[in-house]
C-alpha cells in the first residue's frame, strides 16, 4: 500500500470516529467511558496521520 493510500485510509478512520463520538455523545445517557476512548483512538490516529505527513515531505 502506498503512503498515500495508508494516508487517505487513516484520514476516513479519523473523520468515522468523529462521527461515532457525536452520535454517541447526542444520545441520553451517553457512555463518558466509550467516549473517552473513542476519542483517545481518533487522538492515536491522528499523530499517526501527522507522523506519516511529515515522513512524506521529507
Known sequence: MSLHAHL?????KHK???RR???EMSR???NDVEITRLKLEK???K????????????
Open 21 to 23: 463520538i457525536e452520535e
Open 47 to 58: 499523530d499517526e496521520i501527522s507522523r506519516l505527513s511529515t515522513k512524506r515531505s521529507h
Open 28 to 30: 441520553p445517557g451517553s
Open 43 to 45: 487522538l492515536k490516529l
Open 16 to 18: 468515522l470516529l468523529d
Open 8 to 12: 487517505a485510509e487513516l484520514s476516513e
